[in-house]
């Protein structure tokens, strides 16, 4: 079945700065990457999705970039400010049939800092 | 517009018990996916729903089993309660169609075994 790894656990940046995590996926055939943004006690968010057949999608402050050859994709926020402090997951599935159960990576703890 | 709403929000059982969780999604979704989040780490994909039916199962053992009713409502039910089976259920929902639709979760029911 599908592995999905992320890195880094924990990240703390500064306060306007720019903060990057990263996942690696192992099964060539899963082509939805979704990104959820979990806050304490809350639901985890989409907060942006990229498809298989798109290398980048932006959203404002947000981007994320697909290498299909290398399976990886990254998370790219900028000019973060202290709402942006949650766990981040990243997660790959396969379209088709109703069967697109998701794989979870083990989350990134993003901090923030005044 | 009610987006994923799950009942009970908390619960507590005791071991060899067993518990239902429910789930009703969000308004013109018509696909369910339930989820067990142990504290700390992320999701992890249970069972999907569709036009009543299993399509997709993880690896978890035959004692979590589900169903789907008419109105795309669901249900998560867990027999022979055991301690690691505390953590967060996550039910998630979607639109069928063609390619990957989003999944929206829910707030979750937050199971604990004594």
């Known amino acids: 079945g599908e592995n999905v790894e992320q890195h880094p656990s924990t990240l703390s940046v500064q306060e306007g700065d720019s903060a990057v995590i990263k996942c690696t996926y192992s099964?060539?055939?899963?082509?939805?990457f979704p990104w959820y943004k979990q806050e304490l006690g809350k639901r985890p968010q989409l907060i942006i999705d990229?498809?298989?057949?798109?290398g980048e999608k932006k959203d404002q402050r947000i981007a994320v970039t697909l290498n299909k050859t290398a399976k990886h994709f990254s998370l790219h926020i900028t000019e973060t400010q202290p709402e942006d402090s949650a766990v981040y997951f990243c997660a790959a599935s396969k379209a088709g049939g109703g069967a697109d159960g998701l794989t979870f990576g083990k989350g990134t703890h993003l901090i923030i800092q005044p | 517009d009610a987006g994923v709403t799950q009942s009970p929000t908390h619960l507590i059982k005791t071991r060899g018990q067993q518990v239902t969780l429910r789930c009703s999604p969000k308004s013109g979704h018509d696909t369910v996916s339930w989820y067990q989040q142990a504290l700390g780490q992320g999701p992890q994909f249970i069972f999907q729903y569709y036009e009543e039916e299993e399509r997709q199962r993880g690896n978890f053992p035959d004692r979590f089993s589900g169903h789907q009713f008419p109105n795309y409502s669901s249900e998560l039910n867990v027999n022979a309660l055991l301690l690691g089976d505390s953590a967060l259920y996550l039910c998630?929902?979607?639109?069928?169609?063609?390619?990957?639709?989003?999944?929206?979760f829910g707030d979750g029911t937050r199971l604990s075994i004594l």
């Open positions: 998630a929902s979607r639109q069928a169609g063609s390619g990957n639709q989003p999944q929206h």
């Open positions: 099964d060539s055939a899963s082509n939805y």
């Open positions: 990229i498809r298989s057949n798109v």
